[in-house]
């Protein structure tokens, strides 16, 4: 049984950093594409970040790039996003997701998510 963790949410002013980790277990995560969603209220989730297995061809969301980076550690089963000069725009509740083949950003190419983690950015 696939399950993924978030940490790391939390709240945070205008202009700072957070970095969200997700913990993977249940699956050879070595093999997998991982991505960084997020849900605002009221709104559809939306792409934020994916990784490859080996780490290669990080691609961002364009309203995040520049200020967010995804990395993993195959030997840890975790995924991170480094989120710096968060704006209130970026409030959502934040998932993680993995896919076996190379998913990248529709949601519905992912075969498994994690519960998520709240990050709020105050003005």
């Known amino acids: 049984q696939v399950q993924l963790v978030e940490s790391g949410g939390g709240l945070v002013q205008a202009g700072g950093s957070l970095r969200l980790s997700c913990k993977a277990s249940g699956l050879t995560f070595n093999i997998y594409t991982m991505g960084w969603f997020r849900q605002a209220p009221g709104k559809q989730r939306e792409f934020v970040a994916r990784?490859?297995?080996?780490?290669?061809?990080?691609y961002y969301a364009d309203s995040v790039k520049g200020r967010f980076t995804i990395s993993r550690d195959n030997a840890k089963n975790t995924v991170y996003l480094q989120m710096n000069s968060l704006k209130p725009e970026d409030t959502a509740v934040y998932y993680c997701a993995a896919d076996r083949n190379r998913a990248y950003s529709d949601p519905g190419e992912y075969d498994d998510w994690g519960q998520g983690t709240q990050v709020t950015v105050s003005s």
């Open positions: 990784i490859s297995w080996n780490g290669e061809s990080p």
